[in-house]
């Protein structure tokens, strides 16, 4: 039975033919090989990666070459194939698909479902090049459904405390006497607002991307939301992340100068949002989500001022850090020593679990 890695290089090796198999095709064919029959992969993978007439006739001679090391014939498409004198975009393609790279040897033993677990515990920055388009597949797809969970939750949590029976009753007519809309009475409590600040300073390179499609799930979620990244300026992305689709919004997000991968004053980038935007996204009933390493190149009295004014006007303070994950790590850094003392929530977020923990957090804060 194939590996893993194998089958994820099998199927990015049909994609260098031209095949349209993609990563949930891949994610099909790994929960496929192990199910079927030693002499039946060709066929499972077959009814996982084909999606035309053409594609399907082909499968066989390409099965042949990439597993059985079988002479490829001359074909059309092989002008687009990478030259065999450098690397193989397929990595296992060479020695019957038994070698793996280096970086890929923690994969190699590891089933279609613990690979899935593996990833989710991984450290992003960690995750080597086998495992990087699945882990954002994986992330794509367990921030959605967590992010419609959260979305439950709110509608939820705006209802009245208390039935009102009457309207029930008489909403309950119309249907046969049915009751099958609570009606209530009484304040509705005002569900709570998020606001989210990503670092995406040098020291975070490895982490952003992630933290970036974190936000653009919890933006779907809270009907008031507000995002901002920052490095030694703060800038709002909240309406480039307000589109359904993420590779928009990265798109747009590339073309903003927002100081990728420079220094990191947090501090000062939170004295921008104090001057420039409190009066607008900062309420007592306000989230307020912090991702950051905490490594600020400026003075701690003003990282934690400007923190304590914060903490005067929200609701809840949360911070993720990535280096919390790690077991040695301490927070003993000046710029998160300084704000410690003013955080509700300190957290890891080196890793797409740690991430969806987060869940708990802000539910937690909801009006019930």
């Not at 119309?174 to 989210?196: F, N, Q, T």
């Not at 911070?319 to 919390?324: D, E, G, Q, T, V």
Request: net charge positive; glycine share 6%.
């Amino acid at each position: 039975m194939p590996e893993p890695a194998q089958i994820v290089s099998f199927c990015r090796f049909l994609r260098s033919e031209g095949f349209t198999a993609g990563v949930s095709e891949t994610l099909d064919s790994l929960v496929a090989a192990p199910l079927a029959p030693a002499d039946s992969l060709k066929h499972a993978l077959r009814s996982e990666l084909c999606s035309s007439k053409e594609e399907w006739l082909r499968f066989d001679e390409l099965f042949e070459e990439f597993w059985n090391g079988a002479t490829p014939r001359k074909r059309p498409t092989d002008r687009h194939r990478p030259s065999k004198e450098g690397p193989s975009t397929w990595a296992l393609a060479g020695n019957n698909g038994n070698s793996l790279p280096p970086a890929d040897e923690e994969y190699k033993q590891a089933s279609g479902a613990s690979l899935f677990e593996r990833l989710r515990k991984a450290d992003f920055s960690e995750v080597p090049p086998a495992g990087q388009e699945l882990l954002e597949h994986m992330a794509q797809r367990l921030m959605r459904r967590a992010s419609f969970r959260l979305s439950r939750r709110l509608q939820i949590s705006e209802t009245g405390r208390r039935v009102d029976l009457r309207r029930t009753i008489r909403q309950s007519l119309g249907r046969g006497g049915d009751p099958m809309e609570l009606r209530h009475k009484g304040k509705r409590p005002l569900p709570a607002s998020l606001v989210i600040l990503i670092d995406v300073s040098g020291s975070m390179s490895l982490y952003s991307f992630f933290f970036l499609r974190f936000a653009h799930a919890l933006q779907k979620s809270f009907k008031r939301a507000s995002t901002f990244v920052f490095s030694t300026s703060l800038v709002e992305i909240t309406g480039a992340l307000r589109g359904e689709h993420l590779p928009d919004a990265m798109k747009m997000l590339s073309q903003k100068p927002l100081g990728w991968t420079g220094g990191t004053r947090i501090g000062q980038s939170l004295r921008e949002l104090n001057q420039r935007y409190s009066q607008r996204v900062l309420t007592r009933d306000t989230l307020f989500l912090i991702l950051s390493d905490g490594w600020d190149t400026g003075e701690p009295e003003l990282l934690a001022a400007e923190l304590a004014a914060i903490k005067l006007r929200v609701k809840k303070l949360i911070w993720l850090n990535p280096l919390l994950g790690m077991n040695d790590y301490q927070p003993d850094t000046r710029g998160m020593a300084a704000a410690l003392p003013y955080i509700d929530v300190f957290a890891p977020a080196h890793s797409l679990d740690s991430l969806l923990d987060l869940e708990k957090h802000l539910t937690r804060q909801l009006p019930r």
